[in-house]
């Protein structure tokens, strides 16, 4: 009878140090997953960030007032341009912390909120824009402008 009871306390003993070897397998596995989780999540929660998506908003509303354009010039300094597009005529500039759009130079649309600065820069048939923002973000992005 002594005889089995050995035997089971060693067949338990291997079967804990082979479990402990599983979970650690398991873990090694899993591990890799975690992280590329964690990042993931943190590109989604940069993608969330009101500033970065009120920029591309920006930014993509932008391009369509550089499409077949029949003028555009720089306007207040560099802090504003104004584009002439099928015969009317918007300026977008600077006015406080904001950028704003106006339309014959009547009332004012706001486009884009939590600037300290801003300058527009043409050159040959490339628009330029570089802004700061309020939290010290530095955005920069370059447009093509095309005639009719």
């Known amino acids: 009878m ?26 090694a ?18 993608d969330q960030d009101a500033d970065e998506m009120e920029w591309r908003l920006f930014t993509t509303e932008m ?28 300026d977008i500039e600077v006015y406080g912390s904001i950028l ?6 009547q009332g004012h649309e706001i486009m884009l909120t939590g600037i300290s600065g801003c300058t527009f820069s043409i050159e040959e048939e490339t628009l330029k824009i570089s802004a700061v923002r309020s939290n010290g973000k530095e955005e920069r992005s370059e447009y093509a402008i095309t005639g009719p």
């Open 100 to 105: 704003r759009k106006q339309k014959f130079n």
């Open 29 to 46: 596995a899993i591990l890799p997953l975690i992280v590329l989780f964690y990042l993931y999540t943190s590109e989604y929660l940069k």
């Open 2 to 27: 002594s005889g089995i009871k050995k035997w089971k306390l060693r067949s338990e003993a291997g079967f804990i140090y082979f479990d402990a070897l599983m979970d650690l397998i398991l873990v």
């Open 63 to 90: 391009q369509n007032y550089l499409t077949g354009i029949d003028s555009i010039e720089v306007i207040n300094g560099g802090t504003g341009f104004r584009v002439i597009q099928a015969g009317v005529e918007y």
